[in-house]
C-alpha cells in the first residue's frame, strides 16, 4: 500500500457529478486540481449501509474542506451509472457537492494497494495529498467500520500549519515550538 511521503498516482477516471442526467458524467484527472490539497476517499461499494453515512458526512464538511483549498474526492470501484442510480435514489447523497470517481478498472486502488483481496473491492481508505501530489496522510479500516471525517479535517489543518501539533491538537491551539 501506498503511504505517507510518496507520489499519490495519476489518474483519469469518469466521475459522476451532477443528478442533472446531461451534465451527470464529468472525466477527471490528477491534472484537474493541480495546486490544491486533495482529500481522496474510497468506499467499498454503492447501495450499501456504512458507506453512505461517511459519504454524506464528507459532503457536510465539503465547505470546510474548501475553506482550507482542498478539494473532496469520493470513489469506489461502481460506474459512474451506478454512482448515479444512488444519489438518485439516496436522500443523504442527492447534493453531494464533490465528484464520486468510478474506479471500475480498479486501476486506481490497485495503484494505491487498497484493494480488497477477498472481497475484490476497495479498502476504506482516506488519503490527504498535498498541492505537490504527496501523500501526507492515510487511514484504511475495516471495510465494517466508518470513518471519522472531523479527524480528516483536523489532521488537515495540523498539515497546512507546517508546524509540530501535538496529540490532539485541533486548529487555533498552540503548535509545538522547538
Known amino acids: ?9 495519476e489518474f483519469n477516471l469518469t466521475a459522476t457529478v451532477s443528478l442533472d442526467r446531461k451534465k451527470a458524467f464529468q ?7 493541480k ?7 474510497f468506499w467499498p461499494k454503492d447501495f450499501t449501509f456504512v458507506c453512505p453515512t461517511e459519504i454524506a458526512a464528507f459532503g457536510k464538511l ?17 460506474s459512474e451509472f451506478v454512482h448515479l442510480a444512488w444519489r ?7 447534493d453531494l457537492p464533490f465528484p464520486m470517481l468510478a474506479d471500475i478498472k480498479r486501476e486506481l486502488s490497485a495503484a494505491l494497494g487498497i484493494l480488497d483481496p477477498a472481497a475484490g473491492v476497495s479498502q476504506r481508505a482516506v488519503y490527504i495529498v498535498d498541492p505537490d501530489n504527496i501523500i501526507r496522510f492515510v487511514m484504511v479500516t475495516d471495510l465494517s467500520v466508518g ?10 489543518d495540523a498539515l497546512q500549519t507546517d508546524e509540530l501539533c501535538p496529540c490532539n491538537w485541533n486548529k487555533g491551539e498552540e503548535t509545538i515550538h522547538v
Open 35 to 41: 495546486g490544491k490539497w486533495k482529500v481522496v476517499f
Open 62 to 78: 465539503n465547505k470546510d474542506f474548501a475553506d482550507r483549498d482542498a478539494v473532496v474526492l469520493g470513489a469506489s470501484v461502481d
Open 147 to 156: 470513518r471519522n471525517t472531523q479527524e480528516v479535517l483536523r489532521v488537515l
Open 88 to 94: 438518485e435514489n439516496h436522500a443523504e447523497l442527492k
Open 1 to 9: 500500500m501506498l503511504g505517507v511521503g510518496q507520489k499519490f498516482p
Open 27 to 33: 472525466d477527471l484527472s490528477l491534472d484537474s486540481y
